[in-house]
């Protein structure tokens, strides 16, 4: 028994027979691949090659289908949800929506948001952000920032074009983050609500449901198996949902 | 070419021949991915077929630091990989430059940690932070078309990295006991 | 124990009919208390102390004395009743305010019982040394590296053990990081003569000068001296065919280490006698970032994780605290949690098979490979934004609606994905250049595969059918007809081949649960107290602001507990040991990364081979440096 010496042991050991483990119920040996005569031939490498020059015909033939995205010239049509550079909202009259409430500093967890909060002269706001900073180094976008803004007045764009060259640059203040908003917007990125989603949306509500209602009605009538047969606990009546989880 | 410049006396060679030089050095950065975690994975998309960087003439993806003249550092350093990256660095020959790319490299990102080191600029000059986490292909590829340009811009390069090697010497290690946070 | 929930909200007890928790439930009603008493009827009554099933735990727990430790293992392992073959995880525990302060929990599993326990053994801190345990290297193989990284993370001392020296933070490190005095900022400068001294095993016989007999040698484990990188790894008296024999060193910056190992290797001639590897290149402090954010900001943390196939240490994360707070996940979140969690999968085989078809000289098959990801990459942006580092999940469900176009991508996925694998599969499965270099290179049988610790596609390719999905079902695994490949050689040809049949049964499931339809319903939970409120309601009502704000400044509030839960990650069983003290941050959480104990082979598995089998079993194994090290 390998058992090391123990400081203070409080009392002798029972002597434990070493027992031979019992067999195992998996393998102790290795059974590696066996090469049948044609591999040893290198017959399937024709095989191979083909695979490698049907690409590069079609490649040559269509160079439409190439996958390669010219990048500087042409770009990658990102969703709208992308997490880009951030972007301070404004209020109609220009001024910034931030109420210094200090949430997004809270959430963030690289602790990249320096707010300083000042007194608005408008009542109904109270505070508004003196000094508005973002890390952009630091940053390591999350998202968690727009979650946490209760005034949608921190979005994100879906701007990727970001390099620095010296550390000063790269804390960015509220005359940064307002600027994105004055471009158009195909370029907003992550926020809380998608307005242009809301119809598309509202479809694949319905058809969430009406999926399952096309299954369950299937499956009341016999001889018509539409769910499939593994999915052998089937949504409970009631709920229009395949089996939950196991809590 | 400051010899030559000194022996000639004109000043039209060393310009047209710098010119000669940034012209040939922006079309082909040979880059060392020095790449340790998921901007390393970024990095490979950004070499695979769909954002090919072989379009900026950075395809001689080159492991030796003898053979590259631009340092990629993608993905977080820790102490314990401080010296290997300095030791690298070291090792290339100028004229040099070194993108940081993702949030761990520049600024050591949300690790405020016991272990790793809050930005690469702790032991080695940056020329180009790219943000992000990691950044995507073409925020990469955007900081490689940035660093270009910076290559036209610095006329002093080859005095630069002699510069700051003399820096690096005056100035002491940097106290990592207690980073700001 | 801090963690003694008496709270309602506690998840399962182990007697429960909750089918995740079968295994335990199969073991006796009676619960924890009468299970394996042949075990422990073998031991001096008060050594062994079963935590009642009713404290509320998710698995049977054992408190032990760590005398009986060492014996204890082996009979939990060889007893026929018992047969913990598997040591899953060691995780070490700092409790400063007890009297016995720190704690060492082993979680064992067993495979062919599909049973798991607990062992938790207290250890005092003393005055004058560090608290000492008895190392498991003996009974476990996997205990090796596992013990290295609590001794370097709390300072407990293992005696026995092979090479107890730091393995994640470097040499010039001084405390213990994961000690709850420790502050999470203090840094140490590593110097040039603090760097790490290579532990090599060298074969017995080997220092004699008998270096021809060592492939007959090869099994008997010997202690080798301590030995730098250079010509002196091996003594003076050894130096009759120096010529042939030499320490080679590889890394951390080189393209065959994948940036972030280091491998020293003694060569004879061209073969590997004898081997260290050094991690910790990438050790970015996880755990102790864990306990300084709260629940709901550590799951940035746990998609940089395995950064392969973030969406699943997400789903894995999220289920485990959903589980603490007794909630679950809506079925439309669940739904699409595990649709995107095989996608990811299916990325990660992506990863792996094309970055080791590359160490082969493969390039064209990495092209291949990445087209999928790529198309992936673009399913995963448009439901939440980013492509590598998706933080989609929340506890409790996901950050946001799905995509209205979900369902149409998923399909065209479903379209894309199959013929670049076949192209692969057409390149590389019956060629016999590839064949020549993998096959048989770094075998190793199911038996021992187990004692080493493994789980996931590499495990399954030495034989053994283990996938937590199969054995522990959760999300929808159970509903869904799939298979778990397994093939027998053990070796890098069926690591690699694997990974493709399973990127099949992957897509099978994907296209089941799109058949079966989108299930109705929120995304995500509706309790204010775990999700933030609907952004509508949180700017118009009251209440809800209320809530929103309560939830972000002051986090989710997590009842007291503690738990360990499995998910089969891309590289095997990915499990989090999540310990709440009822505050909004985590009091520990310590992560069993899948290829942890699988790279603790690695020297093992190369020991023999030539430096090009090294090479390219490394890349067969898939090893992620951000769960290996964290």
């Known amino acids: 028994m390998n058992t090391a010496p123990m400081p203070q042991a409080p009392q002798a050991l029972p002597a434990i027979p070493a027992a031979e483990p019992p067999p195992a119920p998996y393998?102790?040996?290795?059974?590696?691949?066996?090469?049948?005569?044609a591999e040893r031939l290198y017959l399937p490498l024709v095989g191979g090659l083909m695979v490698t020059l049907r690409h590069f015909l079609l490649n040559l033939f269509h160079p439409g289908r190439m996958l390669t995205i010219e990048y500087p010239e042409e770009r990658r049509s990102y969703s709208h949800r992308f997490r880009g550079h951030h972007i301070l909202t404004t209020r109609p009259d220009g001024s910034v929506r931030c109420v210094a409430c200090y949430l997004c500093a809270q959430a963030c967890p690289a602790e990249c948001i320096h707010i300083e909060a000042a007194e608005h002269p408008d009542v109904n706001i109270e505070k508004y952000p003196v000094v508005y900073e973002i890390d952009m180094l630091r940053c390591v976008f999350c998202g968690y920032c727009v979650d946490a803004c209760p005034e949608e007045a921190i979005i994100m764009s879906n701007n990727y074009d970001m390099a620095y060259f010296n550390r000063d640059q790269t804390i960015v203040g509220k005359a940064d983050l307002m600027k994105p908003y004055t471009f158009d917007d195909g370029q907003l990125g992550y926020r809380p609500r998608?307005?242009?989603?809301?119809?598309?949306?509202?479809?694949?509500?319905?058809?969430?449901?009406?999926?399952?209602?096309?299954?369950?009605?299937?499956?009341?009538?016999?001889g018509v198996p539409a769910v499939p047969a593994a999915a052998s606990a089937p949504p409970a009546a009631g709920s229009p949902a395949p089996p939950a989880p196991p809590p | 070419m400051k010899a030559v410049t000194a022996t000639t006396g004109e000043s039209w060679i060393t310009t047209?021949?710098?010119?000669?030089?940034?012209?040939?050095?922006r079309f082909s950065f040979w880059p060392f991915p020095f790449g340790t975690a998921c901007c390393a994975i970024e990095f490979m998309s950004t070499v695979s077929s769909h954002y090919d960087l072989a379009r900026f003439g950075s395809e001689v993806v080159r492991f030796s630091p003898r053979q590259s003249d631009v340092l990629l550092v993608a993905g977080t350093i820790n102490d314990k990989m401080a010296p290997v990256l300095k030791k690298i660095y070291d090792q290339m020959a100028d004229p040099k430059w070194v993108i940081s790319m993702g949030a761990c490299a520049c600024s050591g990102g949300f690790y405020r940690a016991y272990h790793v080191m809050q930005g690469i600029d702790e032991v080695i000059p940056v020329d180009v932070y790219v943000p992000g986490c990691p950044p995507t292909p073409e925020g990469l590829m955007y900081g490689i078309l940035q660093l270009r340009e910076k290559v036209v811009r610095d006329r002093e390069r080859l005095g630069r990295a002699a510069d700051a090697r003399a820096k690096e010497r005056s100035s002491e290690q940097p106290d990592l006991g207690a980073p700001e946070i | 124990m801090p963690p003694t929930p008496t709270t309602p909200t506690t998840p399962a007890t182990p007697a429960t009919a909750d089918p995740?928790?079968?295994?335990?439930?199969?073991?006796?009603?009676?619960?924890?208390?009468?299970?394996?008493?042949?075990?422990?009827?073998?031991?001096?009554?008060?050594?062994?102390?079963?935590?009642?099933?009713?404290?509320?735990?998710?698995?049977?727990?054992?408190?032990?004395?760590?005398?009986?430790?060492?014996?204890?293992?082996?009979?939990?392992?060889?007893?026929?009743?018992?047969r913990f073959d598997l040591l899953m995880d060691v995780a070490g525990v700092d409790f400063p305010d007890r009297s016995e302060r720190f704690e060492a929990v082993y979680h064992l599993y067993s495979v062919p019982r599909n049973a798991r326990l607990r062992l938790k053994v207290p250890v005092a801190e003393s005055a004058e040394s560090d608290p000492v345990l008895p190392s498991l290297v003996p009974v476990w193989n996997a205990a090796n590296w596992a013990e290295r990284e609590v001794f370097d993370m709390f300072g407990l001392r293992f005696t026995g053990h092979p090479n107890l020296s730091r393995l994640l933070c470097h040499e010039a490190f001084q405390g213990h990081a994961l000690r709850k005095d420790y502050d999470s900022a203090r840094r140490w400068i590593l110097t040039e003569d603090k760097i790490y001294k290579p532990h090599f095993d060298l074969p017995a016989g080997y220092l004699a000068g008998q270096g021809g007999q060592v492939q007959a040698a090869a099994s008997t484990e010997a202690q080798g001296t301590p030995a730098t990188p250079e010509t002196s790894a091996l003594p003076e008296n050894a130096d009759d065919d120096l010529f042939e024999r030499m320490t080679i060193n590889i890394g951390p910056s080189h393209p065959a280490m994948h940036g972030t190992f280091r491998l020293m290797a003694v060569l004879d001639g061209e073969t590997i006698?004898?081997?260290?590897?050094?991690?910790?290149?990438?050790?970015?402090?996880f755990e102790k970032m864990c306990e300084t954010h709260t629940w709901q900001q550590v799951i940035p943390y746990t998609d940089r994780l395995n950064y392969c196939s973030s969406f699943i240490n997400n789903v894995a994360y999220c289920r485990t605290v959903e589980r603490l707070l007794g909630i679950e996940a809506p079925p439309r979140a669940v739904w699409a949690r595990t649709i995107l969690s095989e996608f990811s999968r299916i990325m990660d085989h992506c990863v792996c098979n094309g970055t080791t078809l590359v160490d082969a000289g493969g390039l064209t098959n990495f092209w291949y490979m990445f087209q999928p990801r790529e198309e992936i990459y673009g399913l995963l942006e448009s439901c939440c934004g980013a492509r590598l580092t998706v933080s989609y999940c929340?506890?409790?469900?996901?950050?946001?609606?799905?995509?209205?176009?979900?369902?149409?991508?998923?399909?065209?996925?479903?379209?894309?994905?199959p013929p670049f694998v076949t192209d692969v599969e057409k390149l590389c499965d019956h060629n016999r250049i590839w064949?020549?270099?993998?096959?048989?290179?770094?075998?190793?049988?199911?038996?021992?595969?187990?004692?080493?610790?493994?789980?996931?596609?590499?495990?399954?390719a030495s034989g053994v059918p283990f996938d937590v999905r199969r054995a522990q079902p959760y999300d929808l695994y159970d509903t869904?007809?799939?298979?778990?490949?397994?093939?027998?050689?053990?070796?890098?040809?069926?690591?690699?081949?694997?990974?493709n049949l399973e990127i099949r049964q992957s897509l099978r499931i994907i296209r089941q649960l799109l058949d079966r339809g989108m299930p109705g319903g929120g995304f995500i939970v509706d309790d204010p107290h775990v999700a933030l409120p609907p952004k509508e309601k949180a700017y118009n009502e009251m209440e809800a602001m209320i809530y929103h704000f309560k939830l972000i400044m002051d986090g989710i509030q997590v009842p007291e507990g503690e738990l360990y839960l499995p998910t089969e990650g891309a590289n095997g069983e990915l499990g989090f040991y999540v310990l709440s003290d009822g505050t909004a941050k985590p009091y520990r959480i310590k992560v069993r990364p899948p290829c942890f104990p699988i790279m603790s082979t690695f020297t093992k598995l190369i020991r023999g081979g030539s430096v090009s089998d090294a090479v390219i079993s490394l890349g067969g194994l898939n090893v992620v440096a951000g769960e290996l090290e964290r």
């Open chain 1, 194 to 222: 998608y307005p242009e989603e809301e119809a598309e949306r509202a479809k694949m509500r319905r058809e969430a449901f009406s999926l399952v209602e096309a299954a369950r009605r299937a499956r009341q009538e016999p």
């Open chain 2, 16 to 25: 047209t021949f710098e010119k000669l030089e940034d012209w040939s050095q």
């Open chain 3, 480 to 499: 869904v007809e799939w298979d778990v490949p397994v093939l027998y050689g053990g070796d890098v040809y069926d690591r690699y081949r694997i990974r």
């Open chain 3, 394 to 417: 929340r506890i409790g469900g996901l950050s946001q609606e799905l995509p209205p176009d979900f369902m149409a991508r998923c399909r065209r996925l479903l379209e894309i994905i």
């Open chain 3, 273 to 285: 006698i004898a081997s260290d590897m050094e991690i910790g290149y990438l050790h970015r402090c």
């Open chain 3, 20 to 82: 995740t928790a079968a295994p335990y439930a199969a073991s006796g009603a009676a619960g924890a208390v009468a299970l394996y008493e042949g075990v422990r009827s073998k031991f001096p009554a008060g050594s062994i102390t079963p935590v009642p099933a009713d404290a509320g735990l998710d698995q049977p727990t054992w408190i032990v004395q760590r005398e009986v430790l060492a014996d204890l293992a082996r009979e939990l392992r060889d007893n026929r009743e018992t």
């Open chain 3, 435 to 460: 064949l020549d270099r993998a096959v048989g290179v770094a075998a190793i049988s199911g038996a021992e595969a187990v004692n080493w610790g493994w789980t996931g596609p590499c495990l399954r």
């Open chain 1, 27 to 37: 393998p102790t040996t290795t059974r590696p691949y066996r090469q049948s005569m």
